[in-house]
């Protein structure tokens, strides 16, 4: 192999492999050292060192190779060899040189604060096991996934903040932050009481829906064991008393709407319905005939807002479990929490114990909902004003719509609303969360509205797309604050201008997307803050997207194999009264469940034709393809300005800076 051999390209960076040999050999345990760039199982190419031993410890090898060369040449693996294979003329034999185990650059833990988190981390990221040096988001990881993670760490004695994994990715770094974190003081007992109202929650009911009461969101599971239907009971008023926003109650007054944390309820809102007499169409039937009526009968003033229903069919059939939440108590955090919660609930007591020991309480929904209202006095907010005002397109942008349509019309109800669903497969999913990351260092709602953004444009002949997205709203504004356990409505809801350069490559596209989402202030906080508690609200008159985008995370890590639930074929979605009306023209949700990532399309048959938005999603899906297959080019990849906030450097600055490294490595 040549010298112009001995050069490579690699996401768009040249690389010199002979530069790092040579920071290999020196360190003291490196005798020998080979770097080559050979084809995985999976056909991508990754650096590979080879390398003879003396008797040192390599346990910092890695980290020695950072410390010496830029991070697109520190080696993937590191693979251990007697002696480097030879050619007949004394040449390095490449052809001869094993080909590494997929787990060769792994790197185990040292610690005990490291060997926690791998541990927590292969559990709720489904995999095998974790290198102290892998990075959560390009393993999959989102920052719904990063709650679960914060609250089992917290469960095991490791306190730390969603804000800390975002800052710090990989477990070597969480690891090393976790012991200077102060210990959280949380409402251990059952918290009542007057409760203000959260900026969402203030939303919601500025939405003036028509039947507020049926706003919910419910899930279908299947039981894998017969249950202890006494139990379930036992289990359900144990989740009333543990997590206090189920027993919120809400009231309208000439003052607008209050919110009061109850006491808990001697009634356990569960009921049991056997269906074993009946045929199986009949049972599909009569499920869906009682979870209307279950619906119909939650009641904001006079509760409960939990309805849960347990359907027995009968022998060589899985019972199904219903549960049925308002919506202004839960989001899809809290459903893990639920879920989870339910099941260990469950297992404590058939094995006898006497009392439900479920994990410590983080913050109580009353004590955040206090917070927001302290902070809107401070001057924090107002710093970001300027961002937000930014954020609306003059003149504004509106959506194409097949039929006329006006806001004083209000045809676009729930009752004429349908539903189409577009997914990726297995393998496309499994690429698109483990191995696009790590092209242009990019988090799953990066792609994802790339993808949007390029289909949307196409659709209208522009090149911007002013949209409403959702925020998970647990970030850590407030170091007092622990919300990883803590169940309730805690979404954000603000509108962002995302706009793409005209002609963009598919990376430039991807980049200039990443960067206008990393520019939301405090993952998107203020702006609820400053609209709906700001009495003073600088928002009044802004216009409202037409169009919603949400990803909700990935459910799998939500069931394990030997999990007393399963989720059923039927979708997850938001119900809502079929009189009320939509307050966004398109909706679009995406989850993954089953391995595979799904996208619900919600749109009026009064304003869309089925084929629009069927080509619209469909040219979504394929930009999302295409975004997928470019990122796994070994040429292409490069970092951002965000990647480096301290720097304050441009994306012109950044590319000139790598071209120069390039240039010099040539």
């Known amino acids: 192999m040549g010298r112009s051999d001995r050069q490579v390209k690699i996401r768009g960076f040249r690389i010199e492999l002979g530069e790092i040999e040579v920071a290999l050999k020196q360190h003291p345990s490196v005798k020998q050292a080979v770097v080559t760039i050979p084809e995985d199982e999976k056909g991508k190419q990754r650096l590979v060192a080879y390398m003879v031993l003396g008797s040192h410890t390599t346990d910092n090898l890695q980290e020695f190779v950072r410390t010496r060369l830029p991070q697109y040449m520190v080696p993937h693996r590191f693979v251990t060899l007697k002696t480097i294979p030879l050619t007949g003329n004394g040449k390095i034999d490449y052809k001869a040189l094993p080909a590494p185990k997929e787990e060769s650059n792994y790197v185990a833990p040292n610690t005990p604060q490291e060997e926690t988190l791998a541990t927590i981390w292969a559990e709720i990221l489904g995999l095998d096991r974790i290198s102290v040096e892998d990075n959560f988001f390009q393993l999959g990881g989102d920052s719904i996934l990063s709650i679960q993670v914060i609250s089992k760490a917290n469960e095991m004695g490791l306190q730390l903040t969603p804000q800390q994994l975002f800052e710090y990715p990989t477990i070597v770094q969480l690891a090393a932050v976790a012991k200077t974190i102060e210990s959280i003081q949380t409402e251990t007992g ?21 039947n507020p009461n049926q706003c919910h969101q419910s899930m279908l599971l299947e039981v894998q064991q017969e249950l202890d239907y006494d139990i379930l009971q036992q289990v359900i008023k144990q989740l009333l008393e543990h997590h206090d926003a189920l027993r919120l109650r809400f009231q309208a007054t000439e003052q607008g709407w209050q919110q009061i944390n109850v006491p808990p309820d001697e009634i356990v809102p569960i009921s049991r319905i056997d269906l074993s007499g009946e045929l199986a169409t009949k049972q599909t039937e009569k499920i869906a005939s009682i979870e209307a009526e279950l619906k119909a009968s939650l009641n904001l003033s006079n509760g409960p807002l939990i309805k849960v229903a347990y359907f027995e069919l009968g022998k060589d059939k899985q019972d199904q479990l219903l549960i049925i939440i308002h919506h202004l108590v839960v989001d899809s955090t809290s459903w ?73 019309q209000k045809v676009n109800k729930f009752g004429s609303a349908t539903t189409i669903s577009v997914s990726l497969n297995q393998k496309e999913t499994e690429d698109l969360l483990q191995e696009v990351p790590k092209a242009y260092n990019t988090q799953i709602n990066d792609v994802l509205l790339t993808a949007l953004v390029q289909s949307y444009c196409q659709w209208t002949n522009n090149n911007s797309l002013y949209i409403a997205l959702e925020g998970n709203g647990r970030e850590n504004l407030f170091s007092d604050i622990d919300l990883s356990r803590t169940v309730g409505l805690f979404t954000t809801e603000f509108p962002i201008l995302l706009s793409l350069k005209d002609s963009s490559s598919l990376g430039e596209s991807l980049k200039t997307i990443k960067e206008q989402l990393r520019k939301i202030p405090n993952n998107s906080e203020s702006y609820g803050i400053l609209k709906y508690i700001n009495q003073n609200s600088p928002f009044e008159t802004t216009p409202q997207p037409q169009l919603k985008f949400n990803y909700l995370g990935q459910f799998d890590q939500v069931f394990q194999d030997t999990s007393i639930f399963q989720t059923t074929s039927r979708n997850r979605n938001l119900n809502r009264s079929q009189q009320g009306n939509s307050s966004y023209l398109l909706e679009i949700d995406g989850l993954v469940s089953n391995g595979e990532i799904q996208f619900n399309w919600t749109y009026s048959r009064e304003i869309y034709d089925s084929n629009t938005i069927e080509s619209l999603a469909d040219n979504f899906i394929e930009a999302l393809r295409n975004l997928i297959t470019h990122c796994q080019d070994i040429e292409v990849g490069s970092y951002t300005p965000s990647d480096f906030p301290e720097a304050e450097v441009s994306q012109t600055e950044l590319d000139q800076l790598f071209a120069k490294i390039s240039q010099m490595d040539a």
């Open 190 to 210: 059952i918290v009542t009481g007057k409760v203000p109202l959260t900026p969402i929650q203030q939303w919601f009911f500025a939405q003036e829906f028509s």
């Open 336 to 408: 893990k929490i639920l879920l989870e919660d339910i099941q260990v609930a469950y297992q404590q007591l058939i094995q006898g114990e006497k009392e439900v020991n479920l994990p410590t309480k983080t913050t109580s929904f009353k004590q955040w909902a206090e917070k927001l209202n302290q902070f809107v006095d401070s001057s924090d907010p107002l710093l970001e004003l300027e961002y937000w005002q930014s954020q609306t397109p003059k003149p504004i942008i509106d959506s194409s719509t097949d039929f006329p349509f006006s806001p004083e």
